[in-house]
């Protein structure tokens, strides 16, 4: 299997935030879906494989390359949805698309007009003028129309409407159907990756906590629900997060198995959510510092 | 190179709405201050220039010039090379204005050549200072470098007027221009290039390491 | 074909599936060499990732239902009536099993259960 984004060491400094050491590998025909909460990185570290931001310390290849030259013409293979405007605001939808597409050896018209008429954009409209959807559509539009083998997007469901989000799934399962092309979407709705993501890299406050196939995760974490009077010291180390409330716990652990029959059927043991997995680990970091 | 071709053009799209207010521009200036070249070739150029860099930073749209498949450098390049057709662009407006101005009979003397050179070479100094601190300074700064060119182009108007007057020997170059004088115009022009290059290198030094 | 995957019933997506077409092929729904919709066809129509929907073939392939060519796709494996009808009984037994949990729960003797499964049998017949 091979990686067409491929970070190593990477390190930034910020103010007031910190990239610590970050490896990762996107593997080829796969979506990998990239969450964590807001501020944890996310758009850093797209932003680091579009060639915006430059680490401090590592490197970046795409497909394989980190020459700057090809690193660059690569670029002509992604897709990119970023998760504000990046168009010229003053431009008509038309205009914006006929001032990009040269710079695309495989621009396809007949594909953007579809698309574009499959999401009712409206051609002669100011980008400024759109809602925020619409504006993701465009791109989303721009980002299908040059024959892209890797689409990145960060944060493409924020701002759409649940019907649209159904749509934007169905598109990126489409375009899944060529086992060359890989996807890679932030988000911090998790809802979204739970039914199509093949792998999750879960990132929190500038660390990756893990990078896993989605499947394992159900079998690795497990959510347990008991009363309060198993949670002594003991009990406690075992949660990577806990919540208490005045009739009981929940709170998620790692060693499923080991966990399962350690409560046995003193306590409820499900298979948590993304959401839960990410709402706790977040909570349990919080406590630690 | 072709990318140079579509970015350039792309400014051209961006600035179009700029190049509508020229017609009133020069038809009111025309009317008023005929002999000020500097108001017609040289202030034109610049504002062409400060409207298309301007617009690249208002937004983010850096981020996108910078997800298209170009290396950084081919985007200064192109920024460097529209300095070209601005200057054409304006040099032509100057004529037009020039002939218009003849035709009524507004005038009967022939075009300052040498002048309007001058100023054309002068829009080039400019530009070459301007576009180093535009990269530099990215969106936040670009305001106030604007503001601070828009106040040098002004100024240069009654500069240029004391210049004259301090090297009449310059006044009278513009004036007549001899053959003998051909070597220190040479080593001007040759002078401007290198200042160009020299400002394109860390222009683009500057922009490849930025984070956008 | 018909699958229906339900994302909260805690049983994973992809044994939902393996179970699924396991009961059309042991029921003589789905017959050999019938060709199944590819990978990522079935991600795509069911909504989940490619790896659940490979994974449920992989499971499918290694008990023998299906078989995969490489360039061609899956299709449902021509084993033979013998081995299809060890693997119903299996799921028979199965069933039987459940049956008399269910009963210990309720307390039933060997006998109650003998009788009703009697009364059941005949019935149908």
Redesign the interface.
């Known amino acids: 299997m091979s990686h067409c984004i491929e970070m190593k060491q990477i390190s930034k400094d910020y103010d007031r935030f910190q990239l610590h050491q970050v490896n990762l590998g996107i593997q080829e025909g796969y979506i990998t879906g990239l969450i964590g909460p807001n501020g944890a990185g996310k758009t850093t570290l797209i932003r680091m494989m579009m060639g915006m931001v430059h680490p401090d310390k590592g490197e970046v290849k795409l497909f394989g390359e980190e020459d700057q030259l090809k690193l660059s013409r690569n670029k002509a293979r992604i897709g990119y949805v970023s998760d504000e405007n990046i168009y010229y605001e003053q431009l008509t939808v038309k205009q914006m698309k006929k001032v990009l597409a040269p710079f695309y050896d495989r621009w396809d018209e007949d594909t953007y007009q579809k698309y574009e008429a499959q999401f009712k954009l409206p051609p002669g409209k100011k980008i400024k003028d759109l809602s925020k959807g619409m504006k993701i559509k465009f791109s989303l539009a721009v980002a299908l129309s040059h024959g892209a083998d890797l689409l990145i997007m960060d944060e493409p469901t924020s701002g759409l409407d649940p019907v649209f989000r159904r749509e934007l799934l169905d598109l990126l399962s489409e375009h899944i159907q060529d086992e060359r092309k890989t996807i890679l979407f932030s988000t911090h709705n998790t809802t979204d990756l739970d039914r199509i993501a093949d792998y999750i890299v879960f990132i929190n406050d500038g660390r990756i906590i893990f990078h896993e196939m989605k499947e394992a995760l159900a079998e690795q974490y497990v959510l347990v629900k008991g009363g309060k009077e198993l949670l002594d010291r003991d009990v406690r180390r075992m949660f990577v997060g806990v919540r208490e409330n005045a009739h009981g716990f929940e709170g998620l652990a790692k060693e499923r198995s080991d966990v399962e029959r350690f409560f046995q059927d003193n306590a409820i043991c499900e298979t948590p959510t993304l959401e839960e997995i990410m709402y706790f680990t977040v909570k349990g970091s919080a406590v630690h510092v | 190179m072709s990318s140079a071709f579509y970015l350039i053009r792309k400014d051209f799209v961006l600035i179009k709405r700029m190049l509508l207010l020229f017609i009133p521009y020069y038809m009111i200036m025309g009317y008023t201050v005929m002999d000020q070249y500097t108001m017609f070739t040289l202030f034109p150029a610049m504002l062409l220039l400060i409207n298309g860099c301007t617009l690249d930073v208002q937004q983010n749209n850096q981020r996108f010039l910078v997800s298209l498949p170009l290396q950084r450098q081919d985007i200064v390049r192109a920024k460097y090379l529209a300095l070209f057709p601005y200057a054409l662009l304006s040099f032509c407006c100057t004529l037009v204005l020039y002939a218009a101005a003849f035709a009524l009979g507004k005038i009967d003397t022939p075009p300052a050549w040498r002048e309007i050179a001058l100023m054309l070479l002068l829009f080039l100094v400019l530009a070459s200072l301007y576009l180093p601190l535009h990269y530099w300074l990215g969106q936040k700064g670009t305001q106030i470098v604007n503001f601070i060119f828009i106040m040098l182009i002004m100024l240069n108007v009654s500069a240029f007027n004391k210049l004259l007057e301090w090297f009449p020997a310059a006044g009278e170059w513009i004036a007549t221009g001899s053959a003998d004088h051909v070597l220190p115009v040479i080593l001007l022009i040759l002078a401007c290039m290198i200042l160009i290059y020299a400002s394109y290198l860390i222009s683009s030094r500057i922009f490849i390491k930025k984070d956008i | 074909m018909n699958l229906l995957i339900s994302?909260t019933s805690?049983e994973?997506i992809?044994a939902q599936i393996v179970g699924q077409i396991r009961q059309m092929i042991l029921q003589g729904e789905l017959v050999s060499g019938t060709p199944l919709p590819s990978i990522?066809?079935l991600?795509?129509e069911l909504?989940?990732?490619?790896?659940?929907s490979k994974?449920a073939y992989e499971e499918l392939e290694r008990e023998g239902l299906i078989n995969s060519v490489v360039g061609k796709g899956s299709f449902v494996s021509g084993a033979d009536p013998e081995f299809i009808r060890e693997q119903r009984l299996r799921v028979m037994e199965g069933r039987l099993k459940e049956v008399i949990d269910e009963s210990r729960l309720l307390g039933m003797e060997y006998a109650e259960l003998a009788e009703m499964l009697k009364l059941l049998y005949e019935e149908e017949a």
């Open positions: 994302s805690g994973p992809y990522r066809q991600a795509k909504q989940i990732s490619v790896i659940t994974r």
